[in-house]
C-alpha cells in the first residue's frame, strides 16, 4: 500500500498543463518520522502541492527549496531536524530527522 | 526526473509492472532497474527493494544511491456487487487496493452502481477467481450471503496464497459454511484463514460502517497486525 497515490500521475498533469514542476522525495528518516522514505511530494511553480514529505511540519520550507530547484534546474538534498546553520533549518515537532531530495521535473 | 523516466514509471505502473527507480545522491541521476544493466552491487539492492516492496539509502561503489521501489498496487476480489461492495470500492481505492468486483448476477455488477476505479467482472466467482488467480498480494472478500455464490469463491481462496479471506455472514451462518467447506474437503486450519464474521468489531451498522470495518481488517491484514 505505499504509494498508493499517484503523486508521480499528478505531477505528470500539472507539467502537462504547463506548469513548472519539482518533485520532493523522503530519502532516509531517523527515530520518529511521520512520513516513511519514498514518500513524495510534488509542488508547482504556482504553489500547488500534492502528497506529503511530513506530518506537515516542513512541507512550507521544502516548498520554497523546490521552487529554487525550478529556478537554477539544480536538485537539492536537505537534512530537517539536524543542527546546522543553513537557512531552510526548521525544527521537527516530533524530535524525528529525515533527508529529503528535491529534484526538478524537467 | 526527466519525461522519458516518468513515462517509464507510469507505462509500468499502468502494466502492474514491477520497477526501482535509483537516484544517484546529491546530483540526481536516474536509472530503472531491471530496465537498465546496473553493477552488481546496485542490482542486487534493487531486486531487494522490489522483494521487501521498501525504499532506502545504499552506497555502491562509493556513491550515494536511494533505491525506490515501484510495485503492483495490492488487490482486493469482492465477491458480490452488493450495497456493501459499493460502499467498500471507494475505500480500497483510497488505501490503495486495486479492486475487482465480481458477480453474475445481471442486476449487480453494473457500471451504473459502481463508478470510479473498479473492475467489473459477471462471471462465476470460481472461474473468475481462477482467472484472477489471487497471490501473496491479494485479498478477498465474500459478501453475497448466497452459498451458491459465497462458497465456490472461498473454495478457491482457501487454496490461494490470498494475505486475508473475509466472509459476511453471522456467527450461524459461518458455522454451515465451515461444515460445508470441510465437506468440499479443506482441513480445520485452512478455514481457519477465513475471517467471520468479516471485518473489526466497530459494532458497524450501515453499509458504509460495515465496508469500513472490513477495509481496517484489510489494512491490518496487510500490515502484519491482525491478531
Given at each position: 500500500m505505499s504509494g498508493s497515490e499517484d503523486i508521480l500521475e499528478t505531477a505528470r498533469a500539472w507539467r502537462a498543463e504547463g506548469e513548472r514542476v519539482a518533485l520532493a522525495t523522503v530519502v532516509e528518516t531517523w527515530g520518529s518520522s511521520p512520513r516513511p522514505a519514498g514518500s513524495r511530494l510534488a509542488v508547482t511553480g504556482t504553489g500547488r502541492l500534492a502528497g506529503s514529505?511530513?506530518?506537515?511540519?516542513i512541507e512550507g520550507a521544502v516548498a520554497d527549496v523546490a521552487k529554487q530547484v525550478m529556478e537554477t534546474g539544480a536538485p537539492q538534498l536537505l537534512d530537517f531536524g539536524?543542527?546546522?546553520?543553513?537557512?531552510?533549518e526548521v525544527g521537527l515537532a516530533c524530535g524525528g530527522k529525515l533527508k529529503v531530495f528535491v529534484e526538478p521535473l524537467t | 526526473m526527466t519525461p522519458e523516466t516518468l513515462e517509464t514509471l507510469q507505462a509500468a505502473r499502468a502494466a502492474r509492472r514491477p520497477v526501482a527507480l535509483l537516484t544517484r545522491l546529491p546530483d540526481g541521476a536516474q536509472r530503472l532497474h531491471p530496465d537498465e544493466a546496473l553493477p552488481p552491487a546496485l542490482a542486487e539492492a534493487a531486486e531487494a527493494a522490489l522483494r521487501d516492496d521498501r525504499a532506502g539509502p545504499v552506497t555502491a561503489e562509493g556513491e550515494s544511491w536511494f533505491i525506490q521501489p515501484q510495485t503492483p498496487p495490492p488487490r482486493l476480489i469482492v465477491v458480490g456487487a452488493v450495497h456493501v461492495a459499493q460502499a467498500l470500492v471507494p475505500m480500497a481505492a483510497a488505501v490503495g487496493l486495486a479492486v475487482t468486483v465480481v458477480d453474475?448476477?445481471?442486476?449487480?455488477?453494473?457500471e451504473e452502481r459502481f463508478a470510479g476505479d473498479v473492475t467489473l467482472v459477471d462471471d462465476w466467482p470460481d472461474d473468475a477467481l481462477l482467472a484472477l488467480?489471487?497471490?501473496?498480494?491479494t485479498a478477498i472478500v465474500t459478501l453475497t450471503h448466497d452459498p451458491k455464490l459465497d462458497d465456490p469463491a472461498l473454495d478457491v481462496a482457501l487454496k490461494s496464497e490470498a494475505f486475508y479471506i473475509g466472509a459476511l455472514g453471522s456467527r450461524r451462518t459461518h458455522a454451515k459454511r465451515v461444515a460445508r467447506l470441510t465437506e468440499l474437503g479443506h482441513g480445520e486450519e485452512a478455514i481457519s484463514r477465513i475471517r467471520a464474521p468479516v471485518g473489526l468489531d466497530i459494532g458497524a451498522v450501515t453499509a458504509p460502517e460495515i465496508a469500513l470495518s472490513v477495509i481496517a481488517q484489510v489494512v491490518a491484514a496487510r500490515r502484519g497486525k491482525l491478531a
Open positions: 514529505v511530513s506530518g506537515g511540519c539536524i543542527t546546522d546553520e543553513r537557512a531552510w | 453474475p448476477r445481471r442486476a449487480f455488477a453494473t488467480r489471487p497471490d501473496l498480494r
